[in-house]
């Protein structure tokens, strides 16, 4: 089945370790997201890319870095994590076409010690 | 201009009832409006969406109605069982965009 895999579901690292979530997609689809999401919020993005052409959202902390070396596969890097990035992060795909309807992935748990 | 607000933030709703939440949006280029259901543990799906030409859409025992000259949309849960029990969240984005700007969420509870 066409999907989107997360890569760990679980990741515990500790305050200051850089970490590095991995996504990867067999939609084909030419437009990838990130999103921070915190316990009983909506999705917060913070930056997605268009084929190769990368969008950061203007309140993402520098803390938080991207790369997508080929269409299939983003990953986030969190260069320093601290007490406050602990959340579930969610990478999504999607066309660029009229719905813009969004495929999201299960979700990488982050715990910060 | 980008915000969509939703409410409830919670609900409650007996087995068989109907769920009902609501969803505000300001900006007028907005010409998409999906609803995802996320259920604890996992990522959003796409539930049902709509657009602004069109005043409901039913897929199944969910409905959503769309007020343009109101700027409110909805969803309705017909018939909501145990398994309805999840977070919805509204949300809107227009063509080209690329992006969606999501609702606070509502978390259902179905109860028998």
């Known amino acids: 089945d066409a999907m989107v895999i997360q890569n760990p579901r679980y990741q515990v690292t500790q305050f200051g370790k850089p970490v590095t979530l991995s996504c990867s997609q067999t939609l084909n689809h030419n437009v990838m997201y990130w999103y921070q999401q915190k316990s009983s919020q909506a999705p917060k993005l913070l930056f997605h890319y268009y084929d190769k052409d990368f969008n950061n959202e203007a309140d993402t902390p520098d803390n938080f870095q991207s790369r997508r070396p080929n269409t299939s596969f983003c990953f986030l890097d969190i260069r320093s994590p601290g007490l406050g990035d602990a959340a579930m992060y969610l990478c999504a795909t999607s066309t660029d076409g009229p719905t813009d309807t969004q495929y999201f992935g299960p979700g990488t748990r982050l715990t910060v010690l | 201009q980008q915000q969509v607000k939703q409410s409830p933030q919670s609900l409650i709703v007996q087995k068989g009832g109907i769920s009902i939440i609501n969803c505000a949006y300001e900006n007028t280029a907005f010409d998409y409006f999906p609803w995802y259901q996320q259920f604890p543990g996992k990522g959003p799906a796409l539930l049902i969406a709509?657009?602004?030409?069109?005043s409901e859409k039913k897929e199944g025992r969910f409905t959503i109605s769309f007020n343009k000259s109101a700027k409110q949309f909805s969803l309705h849960i017909m018939d909501s069982q145990p398994g309805d029990s999840a977070t919805y969240f509204c949300a809107a984005s227009k063509e080209g965009y690329q992006k969606v700007t999501f609702g606070i969420g509502t978390k259902l509870q179905v109860i028998p």
């Open positions: 709509i657009r602004p030409d069109v």
